[in-house]
């Protein structure tokens, strides 16, 4: 359901039964109290001093490729030395069986096939070039992959409490010490915690992008789902900065391997 959609059937809801009571009450305020912020956030027009605190900001412009190394580790974390290969999310009991049903359907039935774009957190694990722009109130990061484009507003507009479902999802950024921290919450149902692991609607993704020298950049991305995961799923990549290259054009419908029959059922065309 769309923002203004559900603003209104909470604010009529008020309007003709009138407030529910107690405890009760707090949280749908709060919750109308939020819609209503979302709704009426309007970024104001950069002046001359909001373009002079970009150029105060660590240098995130260019475009940057993924270097080898980095690690995941699932809640159990690694004391030194070089990076642990990537051991993957903790699933629930349930998630497992998901995750095993999905990878019986064989990889032509997934949704790259179809020329999908992974979405988060997968689209950020690409092995393609990725460029940063920042502007005031906005890091915008433009991803060869797909040729998509991921918005991280940090303008100070508030995270929303019950969003629209997105296959890059929302992403509320902010500056802290040099590091860029964004937290990224509604998902489209399309999209995979990882390959061929679907995950629940309460899925958030925590993002922090440090510049380890001028042009070396980590990444480091903690996945939280209740439902999917018994323990925080947290992975870091590393990126290089290229400073002569610029984003290649990506068009997935190009691709003459894969292919879908009458009945929807995706396959690949090895012979060619």
């Known amino acids: 359901m769309r923002h203004s959609a559900r603003l ?69 974390g690694r004391a030194g030395g070089a990076p642990a290969f990537p051991a993957g999310p903790q699933l629930t009991p349930a998630y497992i069986e998901k995750r095993r049903a999905n990878q019986a359907k064989g990889a032509e039935d997934s949704q790259a096939a179809n020329c999908l774009p992974p979405g988060m957190p997968g689209i950020m694990g690409q092995p393609y070039p990725m460029e940063f722009l920042l502007t005031p109130g906005l890091v915008t990061i433009v991803i060869e992959a797909y040729s998509q484009v991921r918005h991280i507003y940090t303008d100070g507009r508030p995270l929303p ?11 509320i950024g902010r500056w802290e010490n040099g590091t860029l921290v964004a937290e990224t919450v509604g998902f489209s149902p399309a999209t995979d915690l990882v390959a061929n ?32 995961l018994t323990a925080p799923y947290t992975t870091t990549r590393t990126l290089r900065r290229h400073r002569a290259w610029t984003i290649a054009e990506y068009i997935c419908e190009e691709n003459n391997r894969n292919s879908v029959d009458q009945n929807g059922k995706a396959g690949i065309n090895i012979k060619k």
């Open 8 to 76: 209104l059937s909470a604010t009529l809801l008020f309007a003709v039964v009138g407030p529910p009571e107690g405890g009760h009450y707090v949280r749908a305020l709060h919750y109308v109290r939020t819609l209503h912020a979302q709704q009426n956030f309007v970024p104001k027009k950069p002046t001359d001093a909001d373009w002079a605190a970009v150029a105060k900001l660590p240098d995130f412009t260019g475009v940057w490729e993924a270097t080898f190394g980095g690690g995941g580790r699932g809640g159990r």
């Open 161 to 171: 409490g019950d969003p629209d479902p997105k296959f890059f999802g929302t992403s």
């Open 197 to 228: 692991t679907p995950h629940s609607d309460k899925m958030k993704i925590v993002e922090r992008f440090t510049l380890a020298d001028p042009d070396t950049m980590t990444i480091e991305t903690t996945v939280t789902d209740p439902e999917a």
